[in-house]
């Protein structure tokens, strides 16, 4: 036990505890916008399965031509790919006001498949990609070295909140989620807003998946949101729709995440309950928030 203590005050922990945050709260903050906005989104994981994807995908393509600059392009995809399929849950959602849930969890249904066909079009497997020759760069000091994403994620919890609270932006963004009639009487264009806040959300979890596949690893590689969607999901809960408690959460649950990984070489804990522990305590934190927090009109088709 002691042992495990010395390992949780080293800087390796700590490194594998900020990468473990990091996709948690960039996907976290994309899905405030949304559902601030009045739209579920539960295609999160869906959308940095293909963020990841499309980032690793043109990185490598682009390498031979671009070198050193291929991984910022594919940070751009992978962002841009992620909005792109969130606007078709937004068009699916808001234009034609089908079930939002049914709607994004068709999108992570396609994110389990659709990978695999592209990967054997392109390079005869189905599993992964080819790892790219130059992923984004490393900032930082020692094994304190992250990529671009890390310093941004930070930067993007100061963004939100600002936007939220201290724009017009926010305040209509809000309002849409909230009482949407009241909105619309206001001259506020609710369609719009919701549209808004579901595409930021794909930006977001686009750049959570560019992450995993070209800021932490040099390849995509099958299933490799490890249902990190869901769980940033689950931080917005548990967060309460609000910046800083979803920052608070996805620390918390990026901590358990971490301890999973460095508990998983010890034999204190069966490894698949080791394997579990963040799950498990995600549903636990779900039992006791609750929904009290929620904008009134989320999941609420706009009939105005």
Same mark, same amino acid.
């Given at each position: ?48 399965? #293909?963020?990841? @994807? !499309?980032? &690793?995908?043109?990185? /490598?393509? $682009?390498?031979? =031509?671009?070198?050193? +600059? ?81 310093? #941004?994620?930070? @930067? !993007?919890? &100061?963004?939100?909140? /600002?936007? $939220?609270?201290? =724009?017009?932006?926010? +305040? ?85 995440? !971490?301890? &999973? ?11 698949? +309950? ?31």
């Amino acid at each position: 036990m002691d042992g495990l203590f010395v390992q949780l005050l080293t800087t390796a922990f700590l490194a594998t505890f900020i990468r473990s945050v990091v996709p948690l709260l960039l996907t976290a903050l994309g899905g405030l916008f949304s559902e601030r906005s009045g739209v579920v989104n539960i295609a999160l994981d869906g959308l940095i399965i #293909f963020g990841a @994807l !499309a980032g &690793a995908i043109v990185t /490598y393509t $682009l390498d031979p =031509t671009l070198g050193a +600059l291929a991984p910022w392009v594919g940070w751009l995809a992978g962002a841009v790919v992620g909005g792109l399929i969130a606007w078709v849950h937004a068009v699916i959602s808001i234009k034609y006001r089908a079930d939002q849930v049914i709607s994004g969890t068709a999108i992570n249904l396609l994110a389990t498949g659709v990978p695999s066909v592209i990967l054997t079009a392109l390079y005869g497997t189905s599993t992964e990609s080819p790892k790219v020759p130059h992923a984004l760069p490393l900032w930082g000091i020692g094994e304190l070295r992250f990529s671009p994403p890390v310093y #941004f994620a930070v @930067l !993007a919890v &100061a963004v939100t909140w /600002y936007v $939220l609270y201290r =724009t017009p932006y926010g +305040l209509r963004l809000r309002a849409t989620g909230e009482h949407p009639g009241a909105a619309a009487s206001m001259g506020v264009n609710v369609r719009r807003m919701r549209y808004s806040g579901v595409i930021l959300s794909g930006l977001l979890a686009g750049t959570a998946g560019v992450f995993l596949s070209i800021g932490n690893l040099d390849s995509y590689v099958r299933n490799i949101s490890a249902g990190l969607g869901f769980i940033s999901l689950a931080a917005l809960i548990f967060g309460q729709w609000k910046p800083l408690g979803v920052l608070g959460a996805t620390v918390l649950f990026g901590f358990l995440q !971490a301890l &999973a990984i460095s508990l998983g070489g010890t034999d204190l804990l069966p490894p698949t +309950l080791v394997s579990a522990l963040p799950y498990l305590i995600t549903i636990i934190a779900l039992i006791f928030t609750g929904r009290s927090a929620a904008p009134r009109a989320l999941g609420k088709p706009f009939e105005g």
